[in-house]
């Protein structure tokens, strides 16, 4: 064999056992991230929750994954697990008046703000639930008031503990709620003080069970004895009852018509979505440049050059920001500059901002920011907008106070 030959052959074997590390890696590999994968069978998903509820009730269970409906049953345990309850105003109304009749609502979540929720609670029961709070801990213990049961739990990635942010509510923020009850406590491990983990909250005939910390029912803990025990106990506290489990408020749903598209069905993304077939099509893809990488050697033209292409943008923002100086208008800029502002409130908390008291002071309590910097936000928008003497001097302290709050607010 000549040596010209030599050289793509083994380059090629080396290729061939590259890719087939790579797919035998595949196949082994764990995924430690936090995802709460309803169907997941990684650490950190939920499948095995999912059928300790299946198995803990003779009746019947639905799943909501196409849309938000509940009918057709008076009275019903309503099971919703994940990061974010992203049910809009209309949905959570239509939730809490079967709760009101007498149903029940399990929520476990990290959504300590979740304002279509807890507004309905605060206006019907006086019961501030925006009180929630989150520490991050290496190690930390649950406990059960029932029986005295105390659980160490501590999070694992791989062969390492790390850390993690546990939400809580401090027991005294309802100390004036004497219908509240308190299912579980977390505690850290250098301090005696406990928080609530898990509550049970009266709404009408109903109740809303409210349980942190998801990752308390993923795979990871279930496994273990008393991971099973703590979840098999959080789930007891729902009647014996129709269940319905939604899977259709784990993803966020915007007003913006690409939020509302549905998933790619192609050949393509099928063969993605699964880790052997995505291995194989890339061994092709390799192989493939492979071969033409071989076959084409010393039989391809010379390519000429081609000047790389020139970024216009900064160019095109210089003009524009020209013709606003030129104009001698700083309200047309302005107006931009809060058409941004607004968009990135709506986007980020959920609010239509206006020039009203009661929105400015939810977007300060949202944003973790200062009451005083967006109402000066608003009054130098005023004084830009509809001044005829504003100037430019304006318009840049506008731009100014935005500036501050995007550097401070809280997402």
Sequence with gaps: MSKDRLI?????????????????????????????????TDPYDLSLFYRLLEASTDQDITYLTNEFKLDS????????????????????????QFVEDGSTALFITNDIYNYNLFEAIW??????????????????????????????????????????DWFFYYPLDFEYDYNVEFLSYISSDSSESQYVNYL?????????LYHFNPILFSNYFLVEEQGFEYASYAISQLPQQQTVVDFYSQTYRGEQEYFQREPATSPLSFIFSEPALRSAWIALMVTTLLFFVVRIKRRQRII??????????????RSLGSLYFQSKQPKYIGHEMMKIFTDYCRRTYRIS???????QQLLAKRAKVDITLIQEIFKKQHTVLYNPQATFNDAAELHNKLQDFYKNAKK
Aim: proline fraction near 4%; avoid cysteine; glycine fraction near 6%.
């Design 304 to 317: 000429p050059l081609i000047a790389q292409n020139s970024n216009t943008s900064i160019e095109f923002a």
């Design 8 to 40: 793509p052959v083994i380059f090629s074997l080396l290729i061939v056992v590259v890719i087939g590390f790579l797919i035998y890696s595949n196949y082994n590999r764990v995924n430690w991230n936090v995802e709460l994968k309803s169907k997941g």
């Design 200 to 208: 049970s909250i009266p709404y009408g005939k109903g109740k809303i």
């Design 73 to 96: 049953v008076d009275q019903f345990n309503f099971v919703f697990v994940g990061e974010y309850f992203n049910a809009d105003s209309t949905d959570t109304d239509l939730l809490l």
């Design 353 to 359: 901002v206006k020039n009203e008291t009661e929105e």
């Design 123 to 164: 206006e019907r029961d006086s019961i501030d639930m925006y009180k929630g709070e989150s520490m991050f801990l290496f190690e930390t213990h649950l406990h059960l008031p029932d029986n005295g049961k105390t659980f160490p739990i501590q999070i694992q990635q791989g062969k390492r503990h790390v850390g993690n």
